[in-house]
Structures are given as C-alpha cells and as structure tokens.
C-alpha cells in the first residue's frame, strides 16, 4: 500500500463524524436534507454509488444512482411501516466495506449484478431510516434524505468525470477508506 493510502487513513481515524446516525431528534425536511450528509455511513455509500457509476461509465451513470434513489425510498416506506432487519448497523457497515472494495479494485461485473448490489444496498439504507421516521413528519424526513442522496450521487459523478481528471489513485485511496471505515462501524 503506498504512502498516500495510509496518509488518507490516518486523517479519516480522527473524523468527528464517527457515529453512524446522529442526530435524529430533528424532524422535517431539512432535517431529512442533513441525515445524509453527517451520517458517515451514508455519507460514504451515497458518494461511492456515484464514483462508481462513473468509473464504470455509459449507462451506469444514470442507472445506479436511479436505482439506488427508487429502492431507497422503497425500503423508507416498508421501514415506516414496522418492518425491521436484525442486526441493521451490521449490514450498513457492510454496504460501505462492499462498495469500497468495489471502488478499488475496478472488478468488471455485469450491469445487472451492478444494479443488484446497488439496490441491495440501498434497501439496507432505506429500511434503516425508515424505521427512524415513524413520526408525523417521517414523509419530508425521508423526501429531504432522497434530495441529499441524490446531490451526494450527483457529486460523485462529478468527482469521476474524464473532465475533472482525478487519478484512478483517488477512488483507490476512497475505496481503501471506506474499507477501513466500513471495518471500524462493523467493530463498534
């Protein structure tokens, strides 16, 4: 592993954004809008869905990220209605060790199995918040979480755009973080 991998792995063991899903209390649209952007595991799946789909490129760009929004909003509303997965947090750390293995080492898969994935992961996610939002207001938490998991999808696109010009080393270097970061929700 180059030194530049371990640089990106020693910064992130000292995020402040160690837990996996603060800041539930709030209610509304804004706070649906916030959940993605402080919750790291979410924080780092939504970006690695669109790195990944663009990395991949073509079709994929718009697919998965597609995919991931519907499926999400489809496990809200099952996890709004009273269905729960054991051991949730397991999985959520799970989707970000898979997709950060996914984003290092550039595996060929076919698009159908891309789209499963994403999906499967998505539904974890959903299924997650969903079961958070059995409140009055659990309609404009999850529409605000869809509207910043999209942005977050959009970003990273951008962020895997040819334009840009990033080195394959920075999904790398993401990819291996995620793993770390994946394995450390897995152990707390």
Request: with cysteine.
């Amino acid at each position: 592993m180059k030194i530049h991998r371990f640089a990106a792995l020693g910064l992130l063991a000292f995020s402040p954004l160690a837990f996996a899903h603060p800041g539930h209390e709030a209610q509304g649209l804004l706070a649906g809008f916030m959940h993605p952007l402080t919750g790291l595991d979410h924080l780092l799946v939504m970006l690695a869905v669109g790195l990944w789909a663009g990395r991949i490129g073509g079709a994929a760009r718009w697919q998965l990220p597609a995919t991931f929004v519907a499926v999400m909003a489809l496990g809200a509303v099952i996890g709004m209605a009273g269905y729960r997965l054991p051991a949730i947090e397991t999985l959520l750390a799970a989707s970000v060790m898979a997709l950060g293995a996914l984003l290092v080492i550039s595996l060929r898969l076919p698009r159908a199995l891309q789209a499963g994935l994403v999906a499967l992961f998505a539904l974890f996610h959903g299924i997650a918040h969903g079961s958070e939002l059995a409140t009055d207001q659990g309609l404009a938490v999850m529409f605000g979480m869809l509207a910043a998991t999209t942005l977050l999808h959009i970003f990273g696109l951008v962020l895997s755009s040819r334009r840009l010009r990033l080195p394959v080393l920075v999904h790398s270097i993401f990819g291996c973080t995620m793993m770390v970061l994946g394995a450390w929700l897995l152990a707390s």
